[in-house]
């Protein structure tokens, strides 16, 4: 008996996980939070993918002890167009905004890169 219901409940949230990623992609775009561990970088270190369908963008940040904000870091306006793809080429402020509206995200600082 505890097993079925461990697995009915198993399913039920496989579905509803489903059912919530479909909705995330309905709306044209979805952000995707990246580990230090996934991205083999140093403890603290974090990313942020942007994605619309195919194509992604990714950010990458660090985290900072509290009282703190950690810090995203994203190309600056001179040099997002000659650091993102085609697809995303002046569409900074649109990918800003969108970004922005993520709750991880909006507890950021946003910082300017003008690094290569």
Known sequence: M???????????????????????????????????????????DFGVVYHEGLRELMFLGVRRSRPETDVLFVPSETSWNSRVEPWAQSRRAQILDRLLRDPLVRRCEIRSSSLP
């Open 2 to 44: 505890f097993r079925a219901h461990r697995q009915l409940v198993l399913i039920g949230l496989l579905f509803l996980g489903l059912v919530l990623l479909a909705l995330r992609r309905l709306r044209g775009y979805w952000i995707e939070h990246v580990s230090s561990g996934a991205l083999q970088a140093e403890e603290g």
